[in-house]
């Protein structure tokens, strides 16, 4: 009773003090606004009549008949609470108007719930079912900032309340318990749970008499428009949807960024954000789902000075920079790190053949180890680890990884800011960068920000901070959340020294020399996958760091395909576009920007040989260059056999394919072939491509790797191919048994080629020992 004395009915609109929110870029110039729609008011009288009866038939199908609270609903929904039931609520429409329209929407204690019971029975008193019901219609929230019927009609349909179709009104009455999450537009689970809800509508539809049966089979699932976020501009609304993650993260809600009225202060450059629409554009004859990504990151403070995610929110709907793609190539700097910490240095060499077998690097768990290729099948005799770095080259790195262990690669990718699947098990589950050798690919699948976290730790030197583009949010003069710029230490400077100098390399003599067109000191490192599925350039100057991603993803068969060609590339690689447009970007980003040096770092001088000086020379004497002969009679040999003995004989060769009639891999010509030459010398070799010539073909067998030479032979032989056997050591091939075949297993040559199989002749002697003779190295031989 005294409840019912002392509450009265408000006399003002509750929302009515709803703001608009604005988001500020650095300079604080606004970037966008997230806001409620204009209330649009619509009279009952104007609106068909299927639009509230769709909203009766789904929310309370008594309401012409109740007193504003539905008696056997709240005892049900009380009995069903108490003893431990799902939690349930028996709201009216006119406690839902009630709570819309003067109490507001929030978390409600029972003494809350209690008055909004005494309003509502006090509002059905005053006022009309249908002035309750108008007022209903107009107020409630409807998703998509859309407050009120008109509102959401707009947003939802392109068009006015008072000309929406039995089947736009069936959805909106649906969605209406939770229309953020039922939104179509947030995935196909939002679509499944809108549909079913729609269904259900038209069902009670029926059931109350507002439809019939034959208007419900002609019921059709409405078209909606797209939806625009914030502002409306199609290029800002990528990062409109960023910080509207970010908020969410820290617990302020879409209703609110809608409601309050905050100020959004970015980290958002203009000049770098205009900077990454300018050249990060693909060109015309680039395939339409090849999406381009860009996010240029503080390293010292975590803050996103940039971010590219497509060039149209409207078509493009999916943010590039937060969706993933493999990771590729740009993870063995991750390897590099773990090998440093481990007291492997620069200058330690490894093997570098194309082909090699690595003992435990599988396709599939369990099964037969293969070979490891390099890009476009190059060879070394052998390669330290900085030169490893710059061309980026596989078969080194695919040994590095065994010696200190893939989880170590793994761990070096969690500590530099690379997200562990238990971070996020609703969509890290297949992310992972996991325990396998071929980690060190980069085989686990990142995002760009993900990646720009990472190589922000590098590029300060083992500081990590947290990537973020809101730096402060206030609602009047309260603060309410601000971006933090904090540093925990992970690795050691010298480390990252070490690493950042073997990352310079890349630029300055690998696969990222375009950037040298920045004319200041850059580290990064390029990425390809595997069938060129993705593509990376990630680099970094002192001061700011910037990854540029490509990747091909197939929305109508859901899955990721090669990067189709574009811009006059013959093929996609971090190499090409990536770099290119890395360059292009960070030339105008950095513009005024001081010329600082990366950290000072010294590289270790390589192990000196331990031969004796000869009888004739004095050990204060100058060494001679030492000379070696180039081969003789390779002419007419398989390339296999000419490249075995110009590494045999300390050269490198370099293949060069020339049109001609004779079987594809002959060798036509080879450089200074008999002469005396400088030991490491590139020596150019002429090989047939086999244009012009129409030959039988055959297959190279399979099952050769791990088989008695012997057999292998006998195997090569009947399929009428020509068997050459070159030895080489192996700690993990036995004796006698085949380690590699060239051409591989199962490839297509002419009948009668030859096929060359490297015969393990047992472990090196001395396999290891830092004092031994480096023309005795591991990489001493073509195969070793």
């Not at 104007?46 to 929310?59: G, K, R």
């Not at 005053?126 to 008109?150: C, F, M, T």
């Not at 050269?651 to 060069?656: D, G, M, N």
Request: negative net charge; hydrophobic residues 35%; charged residues 20%.
């Amino acid at each position: 009773m005294a409840a019912w004395v002392n509450v009265t009915v408000p006399a003002e609109l509750n929302s009515v003090d709803f703001e608009t929110t604005t988001v500020h870029y650095a300079d604080g110039k606004t970037l966008g606004k997230f806001a409620a729609q204009d209330r649009t008011l619509v009279s009952l009288e104007d609106l068909p009549s299927h639009v509230p009866d769709a909203v009766i038939a789904s929310e309370d199908q008594s309401f012409r008949t109740h007193p504003g609270i539905n008696l056997p609903a709240i005892a049900r929904a009380a009995l069903n609470n108490v003893t431990g039931g799902a939690q349930q609520g028996a709201s009216t429409l006119t406690q839902q108007y009630v709570e819309n329209y003067y109490v507001g929407v929030g978390e409600a204690t029972y003494a809350d719930k209690f008055r909004e019971v005494i309003l509502a029975l006090k509002v059905t008193q005053e006022q009309s079912k249908d002035q309750v019901l108008e007022g209903y219609l107009n107020s409630i929230y409807l998703g998509r900032g859309a407050y009120g019927v008109d509102a959401a009609s707009q947003a939802y349909f392109g068009h006015s309340a008072t000309e929406m179709t039995v089947s736009e009104a069936a959805f909106l009455a649906g969605i209406i318990p939770n229309p953020t999450y039922w939104d179509p537009r947030q995935g196909e689970a939002a679509q499944a749970q809108a549909e079913a809800r729609w269904n259900r509508t038209l069902d009670f539809m029926v059931e109350t008499g507002a439809i019939s049966s034959e208007d419900r089979s002609a019921a059709k699932y409405p078209k909606l428009v797209k939806y625009q976020q914030g502002s409306g501009d199609n290029r800002t609304a990528y990062l409109m949807e960023q910080v509207a993650d970010e908020l969410d993260e820290q617990g302020i809600s879409a209703d609110q960024l809608t409601q309050n009225g905050y100020k959004i202060q970015t980290s958002i450059d203009r000049k770098m954000q205009a900077a990454a629409y300018e050249t990060m554009e693909l060109p015309e004859d680039a395939n339409d789902f090849t999406r381009a990504s860009l996010t240029s990151i503080d390293p010292q403070t975590g803050e996103i000075k940039a971010m590219y995610g497509g060039p149209n929110y409207s078509t493009a709907p999916t943010n590039a920079a937060t969706f993933e793609a493999q990771g590729a190539s740009t993870f063995k700097p991750f390897t590099l790190i773990g090998a440093l910490e481990q007291g492997i240095p620069l200058t330690k060499r490894y093997g570098a053949i194309d082909g090699t077998v690595i003992e435990g690097w599988n396709q599939e768990e369990g099964g037969p180890d293969v070979p490891l290729y390099n890009f476009d099948n190059q060879s070394w005799n052998s390669l330290d680890l900085t030169m490893a770095t710059a061309d980026s080259v596989n078969v080194v790195y695919g040994q590095l990884n065994k010696d200190i262990g893939p989880e170590t690669t793994a761990e070096v990718g969690y500590e530099l800011g690379i997200p562990q699947a238990d971070d996020n098990p609703d969509t890290r589950d297949c992310c992972s960068i996991g325990g396998n050798l071929a980690n060190v690919l980069g085989t686990a699948y990142v995002t760009n920000v993900d990646l720009a976290h990472a190589y922000s730790t590098i590029a300060a030197q083992g500081y990590r901070t947290t990537p973020h583009m809101v730096t402060k949010v206030t609602e009047g003069e309260k603060l309410i959340h601000e971006g933090s710029t904090s540093r925990e230490k992970m690795f050691d400077e010298e480390i990252m020294a070490a690493a950042t100098y073997a990352m310079s390399k890349v630029v300055e003599e690998g696969s990222g020399t375009p950037a040298l067109e920045l004319e200041r000191p850059v580290a990064g490192k390029t990425g390809s996958s595997n069938d060129n599925m993705s593509a990376w350039f990630a680099g970094f100057v002192p001061q700011l760091t910037t990854v540029v991603g490509l990747y091909e993803y197939n929305i109508d068969k859901n899955e990721y395909e090669q990067i189709q060609p574009f811009g006059g590339y013959e093929q996609i690689t971090g190499g090409s576009w990536p770099v290119e447009a890395w360059t292009d970007y960070m030339v105008r980003a950095t513009e005024g920007m001081d010329i600082e040096e990366l950290p000072e770092y010294t590289p270790p001088a390589p192990p000196e040989p331990t031969q004796s000086p000869s009888p004739t020379q004095s050990p204060s004497e100058e060494p001679e260059e030492e000379k070696v002969m180039v081969p003789t009679g390779l002419v007419g040999k398989q390339y296999t056999v000419a490249a075995s003995a110009l590494a045999g004989a300390e050269l490198i060769p370099q293949q060069v394919d020339v049109d001609s009639d004779q079987p594809a891999g002959t060798v036509l010509a080879v450089d200074r072939e008999g002469q005396e030459v400088d030991r490491g010398e590139t020596i150019r070799v002429e090989v047939s491509n086999g244009s012009q010539v129409e030959e039988e073909t055959t297959t190279v067998p399979w099952g050769l790797t791990n088989q008695d030479q012997g057999y292998a032979e006998e195997q090569i032989a009947a399929a009428d191919l020509e068997p050459v056997a070159q030895e080489a050591p192996s700690d993990s091939v036995p004796e006698g048994r085949v380690i590699s075949v060239d051409p591989g297993e199962g490839t297509e040559v002419p009948t009668g080629s030859q096929v060359m199989i490297v015969v393990s002749s047992g472990p090196e002697e001395g396999e290891g020992d830092p004092t031994d003779d480096p023309s005795e190295d591991e990489g001493g031989g073509l195969f070793g």
